[in-house]
């Protein structure tokens, strides 16, 4: 009865895994396109930043141009952490179903 259950038990977390590692496809998509769009803005922003201190030499917009590309790199930051909780949960349920 005992296995009959783990049985049971194994075969209703494999759509559980199903869901978790599609959910980590996306997320993984999401911040690959992140990431070329960020590289493009990042480039974009570096030349802003050049251009700021050697035209207009003010700090203020240097620091604010400054801050957005920190604000960039932490929404890279908080995907790559959200597709590594991702991935880790979905090896979980995965040594739950194969044990």
């Not at 070329?36 to 917009?61: C, D, F, S």
Request: net charge positive; hydrophobic share 65%; with cysteine.
């Amino acid at each position: 009865m005992r296995t009959l259950l783990r049985i049971f038990g194994k075969i209703l977390l494999i759509p559980i895994w199903v869901l978790v590692t599609v959910m980590h496809c996306l997320v993984k998509i999401m911040i690959e396109v992140y990431c070329i769009g960020k590289g493009i803005i990042n480039l974009i922003l570096g030349l802003m930043l050049i251009g700021t201190l050697i035209w207009y030499r003010e700090w203020t917009r240097f620091a604010i141009l400054a801050v957005a590309s920190g604000i960039l790199l932490f929404f890279l930051w908080a995907g790559v952490l959200l597709e590594v909780m991702l991935e880790s949960a979905k090896m979980k349920i995965g040594e739950l179903i194969i044990r």
